[in-house]
């Protein structure tokens, strides 16, 4: 099968895996809540966000595997309403009534941790039945962070939207409570700590919906709600004029200047990456289909720092819809000491000029053996990850093919941070190959079998490996690991550059600062 | 002042210096083009409507006449004397309709010391009345078609027509094709006269079957009577010329010789001054021809002539009143100018054919045509002008001249379509229609050429026009909004990670919605997949459509989009995203169907009403207008009175419905 055959069929499972989500509830529940006048989540959005706008989903495969729906009755993701960038956070409420799961716990706190490293204003669509009763434990504690982050980022000068559709009780009823501005739907909403038949066990007072939380109610009596809408439609375009108030300004300008499109097309990419990942890429190629080409202010696309020394990873700077950035690429899967140092170098150069970095993984961790722990290899990996984790500028990390191991930690895997990180469907990601990894637990037990004089069990050690082997591929697949919510989404690689556009500018609404502040470097 | 400069036996000689138009569009500037090129000075006059129209604006002077409707303006004598006087003006030009076969004011402007450019206010008179007209071509033996007593007809003059003795615009006509109908018609034109002239006199003649309106122009000096050939005006809706033509096609030499033998016969007679017109039916079948009236005046349709003559009918005008001699064509005998080529107009109005040819009000935000040789645009309105309701709806007379008369309308075909007309809907695609008819091509003119052939009919658009169109238009926007954004401006259009639903752009179109579904991110594409871009920029989209490529010019406004392709252009309204409830409309709100003024409001607020019952009356160019209650109920908002003029679309009333 071709490079771009074997990609198609991956980013083919992608849209169905996508299609998922966008389902929502399924067919009959999204009749249902259609059939009572209401909009998707989606819809929402659609009719949120500015037209012809883009618009950034995260995590849409979040719960991917688990026993909750894909996507998790959440949407998250990136709009820009009024020409404001802005988080946009809807519940789905044709799954399971919007409750919130686990997974819908994990998204919501990815997105809020975006929001707040990228200073932008959020916007919650409200409409959900509250936690999924059965699997509290997991929720309750955890999820008080939600409330405290939204005035928390109040409190950051990042304006908080609640545009309130439909059910926001008890704990839910906190989220237009803690926000800035409160938009209420005629009839639809209803927030109140508790309902009718809690009034009535707590007290014995008789009460109904309407005076306990309807949206007339909270407008013209409690205060809770700013505005009172008419109908969905009218509850998004007051949100939208709260948003055209908010007097936003980015910290940084967008570059003014006309830039070219790459010098090769995008399209080459599904061409380039190969099934197995195994066989090595050059990351130029890459480069050259994501970076800005030839033109004026960009007269070499691809200036490569040090590309004489370490050249199992390149680094240099390039263009992204005019905004300069430094890359970090694998090339030939592993990292040794040299590569180790570059990359310590590059990103303090980076942090010494205010620039972004981009890490493009396809990385099968650090040199192990002899020579190369006698040469250092842990003190020169630990400089690079020294160097990523103190590094302030912003980081974005693309997963185009492997990355195993400590390779995960010194490229900006999840754990250090990055803005944005996003996964192709080529990409595996595990502590080590899963033969490899099958195969260190067979030498262990044979060792341990041998060391107690016991004989091994060479059939059930077969099985062992095939079992093991299995399990891991599977849990190193980009769908598990986005259903973990460990990136925020797999995406085509022809629409990276698109992706890595709007991270840039959305990382412009906060400060590009780099710093001179790292860990002592162990030299 | 007149000025006597020169006295040549009886004539007097003298020299206009400055002219006023007691009129207004696209005839003053007419006359305006003529003015400059002799050297006389122009004043304009203009009603309050009209004062940012660009006739004004061409006039060295302009007087205000305040007021919008015809009567305060354009319809004032004594207010166009004070305005002649007042700017120094000494002749005064009346252009075509409001008073240029007014005698009274032809008087008017003479006894103010100014000269008219016009015929004497005798010959007005005596033309004015068909009776009297009648009398007088009978005795210079002009043709006339006899008057038959209704008593007499028999079988064998059938079909007659009854007509109204004051008549005009084809009111109170009927033509009445068995015996049994006639008294009934007599009654019922009778009636119709007497409520719309005043005077319930009628007669009846013979019914000429698909006959042709056919007239020579003249014009009349002290030396006698000029001829400048014959015109077709056949092709008219609702006695409304639409298409004229110079010279009238298909006419054997013969019939051409008489016909101006005739019209000169009939000027003479009356001893007429100046630029007139004799209008005569004319049967196909046997080119037999009846005088039917003179008109006293420049005819609107006075292009073509000039055209194929070489002439300049305003300058002839001029020299008329100013007592010298019209232009001769040496060495040709009088009664056969030779046409050379052949010309051909087409009035364009500002007319909805969708919406029973309401006229249309609105500003043209764009208007242009194709420069090429030979076309020659008469217009009273320049992009940015604002299209009123007040007067007579014609925008523009776009006329070509060729060689052939095949090729004149061929090259008038091709103006008309490669033309940009924004902002208000008009009677385009229908001179189209007829100019691409097989039977017009082929000279078939009658008055009953738009019925006869179905012309009139299959305006709807195709619906994969409006498709293509409005998918041209949706993407015209969103590239309009990118290039506006103020972030992530390289970002491709609608792109999204993960497609939940095509994006969807709503406009208006006639009567309905048009809905566009489409996609966007690497280039665009409609939702079903039939349309894709090649090129897209706020301005030009360039569609691909079953492997042809339409190249579409989008001007986008604030509330329109207008899309001109080769197949055709197609006006969508934008329909806004969100509407602030306190904008929408109460329910059971009568909204005006068409610009117009309030002729009578038969309710009062608080008054019950029952469904269907006439609430009010709007009057739109001579039409009138009923606005009924949608339902039973009772007003609760009357928001105009009469006299009052309203755009389409304004709240009239509002008629509460009352509950069960």
Known sequence: MSNRAAMLEKLAALDAEHAKAVAGGGEKYVERHRSRGKLTARERIELLVDEGSAFLELSPLAGWGSDFAVGASVVTGIGVVEGVECMVIANDPTVRGGASNPWTLKKVQR???????????????????????????????????????????????????????????????????????????????????????????????????????????????????????????????????????????????????????????????????????KEPFDPREVIARLCDGVGSGNEIAFDEFKPLYGPSLVTGWAKVHGRQIGILANAQGVLF????????????????????LLFLHNTTGYMVGKEYEQGGIIKHGAMMINAVSNSTVPHLSIMMGASYGAGNYGMCGRAYDPRFLFTWPSAKSAVMGPAQLAGVLSIVARQAAEAKGQPYDDEGDAQMRAFVEQSVEEQSLPFFLSG??????????????????????????APIEGTDRFGVFRM | MVEPVETCQEREIVTI???????????????????????????????DADAGLPYVAEADLAVRLPGDSPADTYLRPDLLVEAALAAGADAVHPGYGFLSENAAFARKVIDAGLAWVGPDPESIELMGSKVEAKKRMADAGVPLLA?????????????????????????????????????????????????????????????????????????GDAEGVVVFGDRDCSVQRRHQKVVEEAPAPGLTDTTRRALHAAARAAAEAIGYRGAGTVEFLLDPADEQFWFLEMNTRLQVEHPVTELVHGVDLVEQQLRVAEGSLVQRHAGEVPEVLTPRGHAMEARLYAEDPSRDWQPQSGVLTAFDFPVLPGVRVDAGYAEGSTVTTHYDAMLAKVVAHAPTRDEAVRLLASVLAGARIHGVATNRDLLLRVLRAEAFRAGDVSTDLLDRHGLLLGQEPERDHVALSAFAAAVALAEHGAATRV?????????????????TTLFGHRGGEVVVAWLGGAGYASADGTMTVVEASPTTVVVGRHGVRHRCAVAVTERSVDVDSALGHIALRRTPRFVDPADQVASGSLLAPMPGSVVSVSVTPGAEVGAGQPVLVLEAMKMQHTVTAPHAGVVSEINVSVGDQVAAGDVLAVVEEEDR
């Open chain 2, 17 to 47: 210096q400055r002219l006023l138009v007691a009129n207004r569009g696209e005839i003053a500037s007419r006359v305006f083009a003529s003015c400059r090129r002799l050297g006389i000075g122009t004043v304009a006059v203009h009603a």
């Open chain 1, 111 to 277: 997105a809020a941790q975006i929001a707040r490293e990228n200073r932008l204003p959020s916007i919650n669509l409200v409409e959900s039945g509250g936690a999924d009763l059965p699997t509290q434990k997991e929720i309750f504690i955890p999820g008080g962070a939600l409330f405290r982050g939204l005035t928390q980022a109040s409190a950051a000068r990042t304006p908080t939207i609640a545009l309130v559709f439909g059910n926001s009780t008890a704990g839910g009823a906190y989220v237009p409570g803690m926000s800035d501005y409160v938009v209420m739907v005629k009839e639809q909403a209803k927030v109140f700590l508790g309902g009718p038949p809690l009034v009535k066990m707590a007290t014995g007072e008789e009460s109904d919906d309407e005076s306990l939380g309807g949206a007339e109610m909270h407008a013209r009596t409690s205060g809770l709600a700013d505005y009172l809408a008419v109908d969905e439609p009218d509850a998004i375009r007051l949100g939208r004029r709260i948003v055209a108030r908010l007097n936003w300004r980015k910290a940084v300008a967008a570059p003014a200047a006309a830039y070219a499109e790459p010098d090769h097309d995008p399209d080459e990419l599904l061409d380039l990456i190969p099934e197995d990942l």
């Open chain 2, 487 to 503: 972030v992530q401006r390289g970002i491709p259009v609608g792109w999204r990670n993960v497609v939940s639903s095509p994006h």
């Open chain 1, 337 to 356: 000491s040299e590569e180790s140092q570059k990359a310590a170098q590059f990103i303090q150069l980076a942090n010494q000029i205010d620039v972004p």
């Open chain 2, 147 to 219: 008057d038959l007593d209704p008593a007499a007809v028999s079988d064998a003059d059938l079909p007659v027509l009854v007509k109204a003795s004051a008549g005009g615009g084809g009111r109170g006509m009927r033509v009445v094709r068995d015996l049994g109908d006639l008294p009934g018609a007599v009654e019922a034109a009778s009636a119709e006269a007497l409520s719309a002239f005043g005077d319930g006199t009628v007669f009846v003649e013979r019914f000429v079957e698909h006959g042709r309106h056919v007239e020579v122009q003249v014009v």
């Open chain 1, 484 to 509: 973990m919510v460990y990136d925020d989404g797999v995406i085509d690689p022809r629409d990276t550059r698109t992706v890595l556009g709007i991270c840039l500018s959305v990382i412009e609404n």
